[in-house]
């Protein structure tokens, strides 16, 4: 049997609108779920929009952030050099991939719901039916994928994503450059939320989505279910 392969799609925007601060993906989204991967023998890829370097959210290495995900990559140079060297998005076939996977952080809100590179080939994996995955802010990659009937691919689908009190927790309600609650619901997604940093994972079909950090590797072991099926 060959070995499944899962894409993994990084943000390559750091700064965090206009407020001097750095940003990125979120450590702990990309850890957990990398590792879930890892562990049941997948083979993992990154790639982003500029491709090199992902940025990592600074606020994501904080002590009070660390899991045991997180302590494992520290010491995972085969891991860290993947992160470094992530590969051009436009250069990726979605034939060559199982399942795509988005981890979340601020940095996905800027260069991926826009993204038209990002946007076709969450096309193309759902046109080819294999499973499309996003966390936390991530999810915002898909507002603007469509179905093959040109319909908004998220209109009247179970989704989830970061929450617009969540965001005001994090005192970043007005430098974001829009709410992703607030715009999953206007594109007509049955958007899903629980209390404040609760773990949330939904599937409707081939989208699976999470609501925050804590949801990353409930997404990721959905994700894992979907692909063996």
């Known amino acids: 049997m060959s070995v499944q392969k899962v894409l993994m799609v990084l943000t390559s925007h750091d700064t965090l609108g206009d407020s001097g601060e750095k940003t990125g993906f979120w450590i702990e989204e990309f850890a957990s779920p990398y590792y879930t991967f890892i562990d049941a023998g997948f083979e993992v890829t990154l790639a982003s929009p500029a491709g090199g370097q992902a940025p990592i959210d600074p606020k994501s290495e904080l002590e009070d952030f660390q899991t045991a995900s997180t302590h494992r990559f520290d010491k995972d ?16 076939d979605q034939q060559q991939f199982d399942a795509v996977f988005y981890p979340g952080g601020h940095g996905p809100l800027w260069d991926l719901a826009d993204n038209q590179t990002s946007i076709e080939l969450i096309e193309q994996f759902l046109a080819a039916q294999k499973p499309v995955a996003a966390v936390c802010h991530a999810t915002a990659a898909l507002l603007n994928v469509k179905d093959a009937s040109g319909e908004l691919a998220i209109k009247g689908k179970a989704v989830s994503g970061f929450t617009n009190t969540e965001e005001a927790a994090v005192q970043l309600t007005d430098i974001v450059p829009f709410l992703l609650e607030d715009e999953l ?17 939904v599937q409707d079909g081939l989208i699976i989505s999470g609501q925050n950090p804590a949801s990353s590797e409930l997404v990721a072991k959905k994700l894992v279910q979907q692909i063996i099926a």
């Not at 140079?77 to 990726?92: E, Y």
């Open 185 to 201: 619901i206007k594109r007509g997604a049955d958007y899903q939320k629980v209390d404040d940093w609760s773990a949330l994972a």
């Open 77 to 92: 140079k085969t891991a860290q050099q993947a992160v470094m060297n992530t590969h051009v998005l436009s250069t990726i």
